[in-house]
């Protein structure tokens, strides 16, 4: 089983005019369905250089994709919008977020998102939005950016620190009342890439019952990206349990969004994943939880 926080395959998909069946893709309903269940975060991700009305209407345009795979492919594959949908869903597919320009600086668009099925929402991406900063600058929120997050979690809206500045996740930190996510960032100790998140952070999103997905992207794994391997996870795997990350630590693939290690670069490889991680000396009931378990009790409790 795979629960997967993030994939940029939307984008792709608008992109190309293509669909899931036919994309050739990291991301296939075909490879999929050779799981026994996959829960998958799809993100709709806006470029850093669209603000306004044009980020606006690139959700628009990425979402009206997200419901054509859902109608082609109905008797295939869910939205999870709540916990009955989580719970029978052999192929569920969540929808997130990834970059708050599509709020366009309206506080009422949150409720429009939550309404499409929004559950995960990045604030920033790596630059500059009307919220705040991503980890291009580290600054804080900005007070639009301090307004959304109180009413992300009022409309059952998760909030995604991954691309956050350091400043903003401390902001983050003091106005949120609920469990924080980094759906597809690493430690920063095994790999100092500014995208990776530090000790303090780790801890933190740990303590208020969050999760952390690990990002596959050669550059979070590895300081030498052309050296990157799936041993690199095992580090990354390693220290994050140290922290007390057991029921935190889950996979955020990153597929279709970033340059991916050969070993692990598409659903049909991800199955052998558990079996790695029980070659290597961990037990099956920690690969379980880092591959599926860990993501689907939070989001039962958090939906």
């Known amino acids: 089983m795979l629960f997967d926080l993030h994939c940029d395959t939307l984008f792709e998909l608008e992109k190309n005019g293509k ?27 806006t470029p850093d250089e669209l603000k306004g009305q044009e980020a606006k209407s690139h959700f628009d345009r990425l979402y009206a994709v997200f419901e054509d795979q859902l109608e082609l492919y109905k008797d295939r594959i869910t939205q999870i919008t709540d916990k009955v ?48 900063f991503g980890q291009a600058k580290n600054r804080g929120l900005k007070p639009f950016g301090k307004e959304c997050v109180p009413l992300l979690e009022q409309n059952s809206i998760t909030i995604d620190v991954s ?29 100092p890439h500014r995208r990776n998140l530090a000790d303090e952070q780790i801890k933190e999103i740990v303590d208020r019952g969050g999760l952390i997905g690990l990002n596959l992207y050669t550059a979070f794994l590895n300081n030498d990206p052309k050296s990157a391997n799936k041993y690199d996870i095992l580090r990354h795997t390693e220290h994050i349990l140290e922290l007390g990350g057991e029921n935190a630590l889950c996979i955020g693939t990153d597929f279709d969004g970033a340059e991916i290690i050969d070993e692990f670069d598409s659903d049909e490889k991800l199955l052998s994943l558990e079996e790695f991680f029980i070659e290597n000396g961990f037990s099956k009931h920690i690969a379980d939880k880092i591959l599926f378990n860990n993501a689907y009790n939070f989001f039962v409790n958090n939906l």
């Open 85 to 132: 949908s989580l719970e029978k869903a052999k192929i569920g597919a969540v929808l997130t977020v990834e970059n708050g320009s599509v709020l366009a600086g309206s506080l009422c668009e949150i409720e429009r998102l939550a309404r499409l099925g929004v559950k995960l929402f990045n604030l920033t991406w790596n630059g500059e939005n009307e919220l705040g």
């Open 19 to 45: 669909n899931l069946e036919q994309s050739q893709l990291a991301v296939s309903l075909e490879n999929m369905e050779k799981f026994d269940r996959v829960i998958r975060c799809f993100a709709i991700f």
């Open 163 to 191: 691309h956050l500045s350091d400043k903003g996740f401390e902001d983050v930190c003091k106005l949120s009342k609920k469990p924080l996510v980094a759906s597809h960032s690493n430690s920063s100790r095994v790999c």
